[in-house]
């Protein structure tokens, strides 16, 4: 039998003189884009909350964000790779009034955190060179760790909102007909757990957006940004209402909304870059969600929902691209070459 320490590696001098992978440039790339905007983010959000612990939740993550910053950083250096822009103390007022209670720190902390474990997931298997690898194991360990931290808060100060409870089956059973796929027609069975799983997860998420969304109108500088966010709202709200109505058909609870949790304030602490990269993001990881939910979704109609789901919101996250190239504000990601460019010179 191979013991495990032997499949670790042996020559780490050496591996760490190999190139980078385009898995590993992309997902470095996109580890220092996100945390740079978290950086700023839980910055402001730390000079505007009371409650210690909260506060105490903020700081552990933006000392995670500012890590991994620092690490990719390092490792894009050594390498003698671009260090992408990102975002810089322009993009964040630290002075402006509070926009959010501070609950909604914990609710977007959940919200960013499950983005994050998702991304340094990915990651793990596809990483090939060790100090890479372990940067992504580090990352996804110390994101699982304050998630936990926050659940743990949320349920202490009576935030959490816990996916529906249903009965234990009394025995394994087998499908023995097709009519358990039904959704629009002849008998339709209950929600299974999976299914039910991801619903409640889609609605908790869109209500953290549609929140982040009530501030971000509120507080956009241009009209055609304000808009972009006033469509990202409706879009949200409107998957709630047909998420929710799907769970409360089989009587169980929804997730409640979180728009009250924004205050009355309409001075901006975010610059209109940093806002509109943030939702793009954001609602990019939806569609990943989604796909998520499609697959473990067994009824046809849970199906064609959250296939017309991520074909709308794939077409809203477009149109976010284009502004922000439009604006000058996207920055590109690292391409492979372009061998017939190259060719014709």
């Known amino acids: 039998m191979i013991k495990l320490e032997t499949l670790r590696d042996n020559h780490p001098q050496e591996a760490m003189t190999q190139k980078l992978t385009s898995a590993e440039i992309g997902k470095l790339w996109a580890t220092y884009m996100g945390n740079s905007m978290a950086t700023r983010v839980l910055a402001y959000f730390i000079r505007n909350v009371d409650d210690s612990e909260i506060k105490a939740a903020l700081e552990e993550g933006l000392r995670l ?142 209500a953290i957006s549609s929140a982040v969304l009530t501030g971000f109108c509120q507080s956009a500088s241009t009209e055609q940004v304000r808009n972009y966010f006033l469509r990202g709202k409706g879009i949200a709200s409107k998957h709630i209402e047909i998420l929710n109505k799907l769970l409360q058909k089989e009587d169980l609870p929804t997730h409640p909304r979180l728009d009250h949790l924004v205050t009355d304030s309409n001075f901006s602490p975010f610059s209109d870059k940093i806002m509109l990269f943030h939702k793009v993001d954001m609602f990019a990881v939806r569609i990943r969600t989604y796909g998520n939910a499609l697959a473990s979704s067994t009824r046809h ?45």
């Open 65 to 206: 964000a500012e890590r991994f910053v620092r690490t990719v950083t390092d490792m894009f250096n050594r390498e003698g790779h671009p260090l992408p822009l990102g975002f810089t103390d322009q993009d964040v007022n630290l002075g402006a009034p509070r926009l959010y209670d501070d609950e909604f720190y914990l609710h977007y902390l959940k919200y960013t955190s499950k983005a994050g474990i998702s991304i340094y997931g990915i990651a793990v298997p596809l990483v090939t060179r060790p100090d890479v690898r372990e940067f992504f194991t580090d990352c996804l360990v110390s994101t699982i760790n304050l998630v936990n931290i926050v659940n743990n808060l949320l349920d202490a100060k009576g935030f959490l909102i816990k996916p529906p409870v249903i009965p234990t089956p009394q025995k394994i059973e087998f499908i023995k007909k097709q009519s358990f796929l039904n959704g629009f027609f002849g008998d339709v069975r209950p929600l299974q757990a999976l299914e039910i799983t991801h619903l409640y997860d889609n609605v908790e998420n869109n």
């Open 301 to 345: 109609d849970l199906a064609m929902t959250f296939a017309r789901f991520i074909a709308e919101v794939g077409n809203y996250v477009e149109d976010g691209g284009n502004i922000l190239i439009d604006m000058g504000w996207l920055e590109q990601p690292p391409l492979a070459a372009d061998r017939d460019a190259l060719a014709s010179k």
